[in-house]
């Protein structure tokens, strides 16, 4: 059965830690990299598509969480290993697809600062997942 409050509670962390961590990353610290490499080509990105892909992904991680832990104990350590399962899931389209899709160059600066940005993202993530749903 799902817990709707552990659910609502995955899906507001979510997207603290994700709007805390994605927007000064992509739009204050390293914004003119991004641009400078084509992964931007939006002067003003469309910020409700964003929001709803946050939120979409929140919710089928805070879905998905209660099937993989085991004997239904939870731990921090076992909300990061799904994050990261699930991340990678996330990073490929985000990176590999992204790269593929857009004349971005460097490709490997591109996914160097991608694959941190999205490992610190999902273990942050995973922190919060694991302790919402610990028992």
């Given amino acids: 059965m799902i817990d709707f409050k552990k659910l609502f509670l995955f899906l507001i962390a979510y997207f ?9 990353w992509h739009m204050v610290l390293f914004h003119d990299l991004y641009v400078q490499w084509g992964a931007f080509q939006r002067a003003e990105p ?11 992904q929140g919710l089928v991680i805070g879905y ?8 239904h104990s939870s731990s921090i ?24 899709k857009f004349k971005i160059e460097p490709v490997a600066n591109f996914l160097t600062y991608h694959t941190i940005f999205q490992a610190v993202q999902f273990i942050l993530v995973g922190i919060a997942l694991g302790w919402i749903y610990k028992k």
């Fill in 46 to 56: 469309i910020m409700v598509l964003g929001i709803a892909a946050i939120l979409i």
């Fill in 77 to 100: 350590k076992r909300g990061v290993q799904f994050t990261l399962i699930i991340g990678l899931m996330t990073y490929t389209a985000m990176g590999f697809a992204t790269a593929a």
């Fill in 16 to 24: 603290v830690i994700t709007m805390a961590w994605a927007y000064p």
């Fill in 64 to 71: 998905l969480y209660p099937f993989y832990i085991r004997d």
